[in-house]
């Protein structure tokens, strides 16, 4: 079985992206970061608790789960545990007649209008129906006075018990924890709907409970200041212990903040997995086309899968010589057990065998999905589509980038795709000229359909695809604006205007952050010198860049121009740490929480990775939920026709 590895390792060597074996895959680094929390306690709060509140309905009972919580819940307590507590059956929940014949029905929901109106149809046809059972929601993260509301409009509060489970967060690594609440982006940078934050500042509070307490909270953006004010308000009417700290600084930050760098194409692989397969709840589904079997695998992809742990920062341009170097090194440690006596065959069996098999599986399935990944990635279209977005990055050639965007539009290659150009090009130009945005608009909605009209006006409004007003309204509007600002008692009315003159600034903060590396250098992607290398040396992402600048100059100190540009909203606060703490980098002030509000992509965490190993400090990303590209956009599609 090995021979097969080593020949498809060696096989993928001479292919495209192929790079010597000897690449120097371990980026160095400083030696002495600091060890991470364990966030598997987590885990186990959430298990106990959802124990505890499936026991307060003592008996056989039926469990409907919400489906975007099959995965998280999974994670959490598995089939078998749910059936030692007495769950009889589960279902998905769909919003259709249920079939269950339990006197006790259980529903574990997000805080959904539309799923607590279905769970009240259900009590009322067995009211009408004169069937006697026992009801209990349990909400997660939390109970929305709205879904009571409903219950009580319902004619049905009564009968229904309600609960709260705090699953607030997930570890889905090491370093990486996600409150799982993909419609936070939307709810709250597009609609405006606040009732995220409480749950955010919740989720805040309950790391600063198990392991704060932080020195120093930085932050930036509208939602990031009002979770700070939401966790500052629990802490405050918290009791407080005294306890040894495990996190240093907290740094928040809103998503509308760095809108460039979730729109770039992912080109680490760990990213690249994400784009292709669709990582969820870090777990990923590899299809037939990577197994070379008919069937389908599901891999947990985390620092416990030895191979994946080697190359999930890496530029994919890298993967190829590690992965046949891999292949050459396991041919090896198989090798061993020729010309072995019976005793050390034995050894070699209990002791290493398992393990080699298990890598042995894994860099099959990392080569399927290499492969896979080339296919799709190498073809002269993609190329095409990095040269216009690096391109667009640096305002270099716009005509002809327009000129590939409206072929693309036209070619009907991908309609997200075609909508994440546009935004490139709207957020990098400070809006398309008038001219420019009504043909485009035209041709995209000619493409690929006139429902996306709405879409348009999404994301007109949240500042990813707008036009450029002509100079004067926009004079006059910034005037009024800056009048505002100047007026203290008409301090509040600002956030309102901001909005309507939200302008992307992304040319000037580029400049004065320097996020495009001199284009002249030769860069080397096998020894990344900057963040840039995640988006093959042409940009260093604006959301890690910032981070960076802040931790570096201790607060907003001399960003005073950069923070302007990003509409403000910027903060440093001390926390209840003496002086000389901040003074003498003990190891929890190396170890720095980043909180990403409207979510996060994998390149970001691979970058500040790369920054944690450059500066010795280790960064824990704290996500409202994982994203990319099309999750986002998706996020903002409204073409139902």
């Known amino acids: 079985m090995s021979e097969t590895v080593n020949g498809r390792g060696a096989q993928l060597e001479a292919q495209l992206w192929c790079c010597s074996a000897e690449s120097h895959m371990a980026h160095t680094g400083r030696r002495d970061a600091p060890e991470l929390p364990d966030f598997s306690l987590l885990k186990r709060l959430a298990r106990d608790q959802l124990i505890y509140l499936l026991e307060q309905l003592p008996g056989k009972k039926d469990l409907f789960i919400d489906a975007d919580l099959m995965s998280p819940l999974d994670r959490i307590a598995n089939v078998t545990t749910l059936k030692q507590h007495e769950v009889d059956k589960l279902y998905k929940v769909e919003l259709k007649p249920i079939v269950s014949t339990s006197d006790q029905l259980c529903f574990l929901i997000r805080p959904r209008i539309q799923t607590v109106k279905w769970i009240a149809d259900i009590v009322n046809l067995d009211k009408a129906s004169g069937r006697f059972r026992r009801y209990k929601i349990i909400f997660t993260p939390q109970k929305f006075y709205a879904c009571e509301t409903v219950l009580e409009e319902q004619g049905v509060y009564g009968e229904v018990t309600t609960d709260e489970w705090a699953f607030y967060l997930l570890p889905l690594d090491d370093d990486i924890i996600s409150l799982e609440l993909p419609e936070f982006f939307r709810d709250n940078f597009l609609e405006g709907d606040q009732r995220w934050v409480t749950t955010a500042g919740s989720a805040l ?47 928040l930050i809103d998503r509308d903040v760095d809108f460039v760098t979730p729109l770039c194409s992912q080109v680490v692989y760990e990213g690249l997995v994400d784009d292709i397969f669709r990582i969820r709840c870090g777990s990923v589904e590899f299809g037939p086309e990577v197994t070379s079997s008919d069937k389908s695998v599901k891999v947990m992809v985390n620092s416990q899968d030895k191979v994946f742990n080697e190359i999930r920062n890496e530029h994919f341009s890298n993967v190829f010589g590690f992965l046949s170097q891999k292949a050459r090194n396991l041919q090896t440690a198989y090798d061993k057990r020729r010309g072995m006596d019976i005793q050390q065959m034995k050894t070699f069996v209990s002791e290493e065998l398992k393990g080699l098999k298990q890598e042995h599986r894994l860099l099959s399935l990392h080569i399927g999905a290499s492969e896979c990944i080339m296919k799709k990635k190498t073809k002269q279209d993609f190329q095409e589509l990095l040269k216009t977005e690096h391109s667009l990055l640096e305002g270099f050639e716009v005509r002809e980038c327009i000129s590939f965007i409206e072929e693309h539009i036209n070619r009907q290659i991908s309609m997200i795709d075609s909508l994440r150009l546009l935004c490139l090009l709207s957020i990098t130009e400070n809006g398309l000229l008038p001219k420019d945005y009504r043909s485009l608009k035209a041709q995209y909605l000619q493409s690929y359909g ?154 970001e965490i691979s970058a500040l990775r790369f920054l944690g190993r450059e500066k010795g400090y280790k960064f824990i990303v704290l996500t409202t939920a994982i994203t990319n590209s099309a999750r986002l956009l998706e996020a903002l599609l409204d073409n139902h026709a």
């Open 205 to 251: 509070h309950l790391v600063y409970s198990l392991y704060g307490p932080f020195s120093k909270v930085y932050g930036i953006g509208r939602c990031a200041k009002m979770v700070y004010e939401s966790w500052r308000d629990q802490v405050e009417n918290g009791e407080q212990k005294a306890r040894q700290s495990e996190i240093g600084n907290v740094f």
């Open 450 to 603: 006139i429902e996306h009209l709405l879409t348009f006006a999404n994301l007109k409004q949240i500042g990813l695809l707008v036009e450029q007003q002509p100079g004067e309204t926009l004079t006059v509007m910034e005037s009024k604006v800056g009048k505002l600002v100047n007026d203290k008692t008409a301090g509040k009315l600002t956030d309102a205007f901001s909005s309507l003159a939200k302008k992307s600034n992304f040319r000037a903060l580029s400049k004065r952050l320097v996020l495009i590396p001199k284009s002249g250098e030769e860069y080397d992607l096998r020894v990344p010198r900057d963040m840039a290398y995640i988006f093959s040396g042409a940009y260093v992402p604006l959301s890690c860049k910032l981070i960076e600048q802040v931790l570096e100059r201790d607060g907003w100190t001399g960003l005073e121009e950069v923070t302007r540009m990003l509409n403000g909203h910027e903060f440093a606060v001390t926390g209840g740490t003496n002086g000389t703490e901040g003074r003498i980098k003990t190891d929890p002030q190396r170890i720095i929480l980043v909180m990403f509000l409207g979510g996060c992509t994998y390149s």
